[in-house]
Each structure stands twice: as structure tokens, then as C-alpha cells.
């Protein structure tokens, strides 16, 4: 039912639009602010069962005064009073929404960082969507606020594993004002049911033992136990810190490594394909047995023609047969399971991220991209409905 409205209340309408009347749109952004601070004290009022200085039975708590807190909106920037309270817990319901909002932008320009976005290219999507400028010092502080989540992420327990593989690859990192190629290591878990799982990155200054070994003895610490094979690359510093942390664990040399790695060992290139293929053919073998003798026939083989490749073979060839001393394993397993492929094939997914940004700023910067781009890989494997290798029972 429609009524005149009153003196009064012509004259509060009045100065509420007042600013308005004075400055056109550009005094929306102040009546928005007027209102929605008398939206949060009715709001609060409601909550406590009274108004301000109001005595009722149903009262629940009490009025403390406001705190300013200032918020981007599409018309600008305002400063609000939000109502505070004590003994019962509020916040206002208009800005639990604008922090939802808040959040999601957070998320997005996280996103964005962590997908290699320029700072140039944020600026220009947030305009665009949002009418705000955001410079790379806001940028870098929303993105810091996932460091809490990542690292809980990294430091989380891990319990049994059956399988875990290992790897490292570099990255261009601003290291006391100089750039060097740091070492991402990466760590990756087959659990009981024959499910994937990421298990950890760090990001250290080399592949050395002490950064090895480290790393190593933090998934220890985190609960990794029940370990049946260890597969990863011969790197030196890995090798003494996996026979440092997991002496007992049977370590299978990863094959397609040691493929490449007998390149150097040619007295001319010319021998390369036919050696892989001699490789391969004991790397295929059916069983344990006839990959050792294709094995001592390719040793034979090379021994006067090439005498420096036929010692190489003999010593390391040995090192990447391990899976086939698990006669459980189907050859299907051990296919997966003798080479570090896996972890290689990730590795380039992120390097198609990591190399638009080129030179990180600092190792922190990409641990935590590295990081989350993990986490993302590791809830996809979680999802699955098939297990990555079948498990007999």
C-alpha cells in the first residue's frame, strides 16, 4: 500500500542521496557505503537479539564497536565499518559474499601465475573482467597465500608405498643475484593397490648427496614404509643417498638411461643403433634367465671390437635387471616399473608450464609452482577408476 512519506523521512532520503544529486555516478560508490554499513548493524542487531543500547530477555551477546576494513568493488575502492561482537561469533553476511568473491579472485590470479601468465596479461584480464589493476607485488602476495596449503601438501604422511621412483630435473633460478640451474626433485609413489601418487618435490641447488639425502630422509620421516623397489636414474648423489636412507630396498637402474648413457662409451657413432638394439633385446627378454645370457652375449660380442664399451656393459648392465628378479610381476608390470619413463613424461608436462616464465626469481617461486602444479597431477591420479599397474592376489 503506497503512503506520502513524511517530512522526516523526505529529509533523511534526501541527504542519503545527497551525494548523488552532488557528483552524479561518481556518488554511487557512497551511498553503496552508507549502505552497506547499515545493512551490517541491522544484520548484527538481528544476530544479537537487540539493537544498540537495547535491553531485551532476548539478547544473546553485545555490540563492540567497528572495524574499518577497505574493499575493491567494480565502482572503486570503499572503506566500511564492520560491526563487531563479543560472546557470539558474526560476520557480516554481505561480506562473507564479497570474500567469496575475493577468494575466487585470489585463486584465479594464482592460477594464472602458476599457468605462466605474465603480470602484463593478468593486469589485462582483471581490467577487463573486473575494472581493477593489480601490480606484481599484489600478484606476488596472493600467491604466497597458497604457501600454507602446498606446504601442508608436501609435509602431509604418506605411509606404504610398493614401488617409488626417482627423478630430478633443472630449471634457471635468480640465486644471490646470479642464475643457476636448480635441481627440482621429484618423488613419486605406487601404493598397495597399484595406485599412483605424488609423493614429494623439493627444489635444491644440485643433485649432490647432502640434497639427496635430504630429501629422501624427509619422505622417512613423513611415514614411507614397505618399500619393495626403487627405480631412478645412476646419478651419483642419488645413489649414495638412496644406500644412505634405504639401504635394504632393492634398486632397479633405470633402463632407457642407461640406453643413452652407453652413447658415451662407442668408439664410433656409427655402432650406436646396433647397440641399442643389442640393449633392448635383453631389456626385452621374457624372464630373468635369458636376459642375462643376451646379456653375457652382448658383453662377448664387444669385447675386442670394443673393449672400453664391452666393461662398461658388464658393470652396469646388471644394475638395471632388478625387475626381473620379481617373478610375481607380469611383463606388463615390469615394463612400467624398469624405467623412469613415467616420471620423465611428466617432467615435460611441466617443463611446457615452467619454461614461459624462463628465469624464476627465487627458489621459493618455483617450489611453489612446481607444487601446485603436482597437487593437480596427484588429484587427477586419485580420481582414476583403473590402477596404474594391476596387483596379484
Not at 572503486?76 to 567469496?100: A, H, I, N, W
Not at 643376451?294 to 648392465?317: G, I, Q
Not at 612400467?336 to 628465469?359: A, G, P, W, Y
Request: aromatic content about 6%.
Amino acid at each position: 500500500m503506497n503512503r506520502n512519506l513524511s517530512q522526516s523521512e523526505c529529509t533523511a532520503l534526501e541527504s542519503f542521496l545527497q551525494p548523488i544529486m552532488t557528483h552524479g555516478m561518481d556518488g554511487v560508490l557512497e551511498v553503496m557505503r552508507v549502505l552497506l554499513n547499515e545493512a551490517m548493524k541491522l544484520e548484527r542487531a538481528q544476530v544479537l537479539g537487540a539493537g544498540d543500547y537495547e535491553r531485551t530477555a532476548t539478547r544473546v551477546g553485545y555490540a563492540n564497536g567497528y572495524k574499518p576494513k577497505t574493499v575493491n568493488t567494480r565502482l572503486g575502492s570503499m572503506t566500511l565499518e564492520v560491526p563487531q561482537t563479543r560472546e557470539v561469533d558474526f560476520y557480516p553476511g554481505c561480506l562473507e559474499k564479497g570474500l567469496r568473491s575475493e577468494r575466487a579472485l585470489m585463486a584465479a590470479l594464482a592460477e594464472m601465475y602458476v599457468q605462466g601468465v605474465s603480470t602484463r596479461k593478468v593486469n589485462a584480464v582483471l581490467e577487463e573482467l573486473c575494472g581493477l589493476e593489480v601490480s606484481s607485488s599484489q600478484v606476488s602476495r596472493v600467491v604466497k597465500l597458497m604457501d600454507e596449503e602446498l606446504q601442508a601438501w608436501r609435509t602431509r604422511a604418506i605411509g606404504q608405498m610398493d614401488y617409488l621412483l626417482l627423478d630430478a630435473r633443472y630449471e634457471k633460478v635468480r640465486v644471490d643475484g646470479r642464475v643457476r640451474d636448480c635441481a627440482l626433485l621429484t618423488a613419486y609413489g605406487i601404493n598397495v593397490d597399484g595406485r599412483r601418487t605424488v609423493l614429494g618435490v623439493s627444489v635444491e641447488l644440485s643433485e649432490a648427496e647432502v640434497h639427496w639425502r635430504k630429501f629422501l630422509e624427509s619422505l622417512a620421516t613423513r611415514g614411507l614404509h614397505g618399500l619393495k623397489l626403487i627405480t631412478s636414474d645412476s646419478h651419483t648423489g642419488l645413489k649414495a643417498a638412496r644406500m644412505a636412507v634405504f639401504p635394504s630396498v632393492p634398486w632397479q637402474r633405470c633402463q632407457f638411461h642407461l640406453q643413452k648413457n652407453a652413447s658415451a662409451h662407442l668408439p664410433k657413432k656409427s655402432m650406436q643403433q646396433e647397440v641399442h638394439d643389442k640393449i633392448k633385446a635383453v631389456f626385452n627378454a621374457p624372464d630373468q634367465a635369458e636376459a642375462e645370457r643376451l646379456m653375457r652375449k652382448t658383453v662377448d660380442f664387444y669385447r675386442e671390437m670394443a673393449s672400453d664399451l664391452s666393461a662398461w656393459l658388464e658393470e652396469n648392465l646388471p644394475e638395471s635387471l632388478t625387475v626381473f628378479t620379481f617373478r610375481d610381476l607380469s611383463e606388463t608390470q615390469r615394463k612400467k616399473l624398469r624405467t623412469t619413463n613415467m616420471v620423465e613424461f611428466q617432467n615435460k608436462e611441466l617443463k611446457k608450464r615452467t619454461r614461459l616464465i624462463r628465469v624464476f626469481p627465487n627458489k621459493d617461486s618455483l617450489l611453489r609452482i612446481a607444487t601446485a602444479m603436482l597437487v593437480e597431477l596427484d588429484e587427477k591420479w586419485q580420481a582414476e577408476n583403473k590402477a596404474y599397474i594391476g596387483v596379484s592376489k
